[in-house]
């Protein structure tokens, strides 16, 4: 059972680019959270997505980041017009439905090393 | 708000011996998850073991164990055995047991780096 996939694990973006981060949660999870890590920091909650929906946004910045988790294919995070202040650890998490047990439990991939320079 | 406090920001052991990292957190609600979990240098983060705050006996997994202290808001974690492989960063996190709004987040602190000394 493959675990959470993530895709590029490192992305170097000029300042003014555009990033776009990739996640494919765990097979049979249907929730996918994105979490954000400064150097020397624990991870920061950005934003919680179900198919088709986002539940919670309220750590995502509100100008040029943008996540969505559509019907088919992996869960986007996408950041805009990137700036040397994004250079971070981006990790998506993924966690069964509801319905399941231990579906508060949620299991990481990777990470994406952003670099902006 | 809740808020999770990791105090010590290295720890070191010797191999084989025993450690304990330490966490505190803080928040108004009744029930509740806590977490640990692990990064080694890949990044990847692991998780290790799991609380239910409604669960008076600590959890254990194989050499890793928890005190909980709901009362005094305390969550360690107790590495027995300490193997070189268990040279990290842990992470403590903290999740709403209660649906809606941004309960479903998970809180983490700072961390604490781990080295094993052979």
């Known amino acids: 059972n493959a675990g959470v996939m993530q895709n590029p694990r490192h992305l170097v973006r000029r300042r003014g680019q555009e990033a776009r981060l990739r996640c494919s949660p765990m097979?049979?999870?249907?929730?996918v959270y994105w979490y954000r890590q400064l150097p020397e920091e624990g991870l920061k909650f950005m934003v919680y997505?179900?198919?088709?929906?986002?539940?919670?946004e309220s750590g995502m910045p509100k100008e040029r980041f943008s996540a969505e988790f559509p019907k088919e294919g992996p869960s986007i995070l996408r950041i805009q017009q990137v700036v040397r202040g994004d250079s971070a650890a981006y990790f998506c998490?993924?966690?069964?439905?509801?319905?399941?047990?231990?579906?508060?439990?949620?299991?990481f991939g990777p990470g994406t090393r952003l670099t902006v320079t | 708000a809740q808020t999770v406090t990791q105090s010590q920001p290295e720890m070191s052991v010797q191999e084989a011996e025993t450690v304990t990292l330490s966490c505190t957190y803080d928040?108004?609600?009744?029930?509740?998850?806590l977490f640990w979990y692990k990064q080694p240098p890949s990044r990847q983060m692991i998780l290790v073991i799991r609380?239910?705050?409604?669960?008076?006996q600590n959890a254990t997994e194989n050499r890793f164990s928890v005190n909980f202290q709901k009362a005094a808001k305390s969550f360690s974690l107790k590495i027995s055995d300490s193997q070189l492989g268990d040279a990290a960063m842990y992470f403590c996190?903290?999740?709403?047991?209660?649906?809606?709004?941004?309960?479903?987040?998970?809180?983490f602190g700072k961390g604490t780096l781990l080295t094993v000394n052979p």
């Open positions: 996190a903290y999740r709403s047991a209660f649906s809606g709004g941004s309960n479903y987040k998970l809180t």
């Open positions: 609380q239910e705050a409604y669960k008076q």
């Open positions: 097979k049979g999870h249907s929730h």
């Open positions: 997505l179900q198919k088709e929906n986002i539940i919670d």
């Open positions: 928040t108004s609600e009744s029930d509740y998850y």
């Open positions: 998490a993924s966690s069964p439905p509801l319905a399941q047990g231990r579906s508060y439990e949620q299991y």
